[in-house]
């Protein structure tokens, strides 16, 4: 599956954007995940979060938990990561990606995501 990220762009701290990470080539089976990563300049690729396509399954990282939420559209084969409240320490490039599992578990592993976004620039102002 080939994923395509947008959404990104410049924000004043306690702002708000939503980024979406659309499928194409293929549609997300139940055996899907997708997750979020990002990447500050000089800093390794964090884990922001993930879902399960069957069941909605979610999870966040504890640095962003109560400020972004994902969520999904089955018709348009698209995941969502609304993020509210946003800090300078969340500037960083924003990738999404996906893994084929049969465990309901949400992983956290980069690695272990088979199919990449091209990443979306995410930039919080003070």
Do not use: H
Not at 60 to 69: E, I, N
Request: net charge positive; with cysteine.
């Amino acid at each position: 599956v080939q994923l395509q990220a947008s959404g990104g762009g410049l924000v004043q701290a306690g702002g708000s954007l939503r980024l979406s990470c659309a499928a194409s080539g293929s549609t997300f089976s139940i055996y899907t995940m997708v997750g979020w990563f990002r990447q500050a300049p000089g800093k390794e690729r964090d884990f922001v979060g993930a879902i399960r396509w069957s069941g909605s399954t979610t999870t966040v990282a504890d640095s962003v938990k109560g400020r972004f939420t994902i969520s999904k559209d089955n018709a348009k084969n698209t995941v969502y990561l609304q993020m509210n409240s946003l800090k300078p320490e969340d500037t960083a490039v924003y990738y999404c990606a996906a893994r084929s599992t049969i465990s309901t578990a949400i992983v956290a592993s980069a690695p272990t995501y088979t199919s990449w976004g091209q990443g979306t620039q995410v930039t919080v102002s003070s």
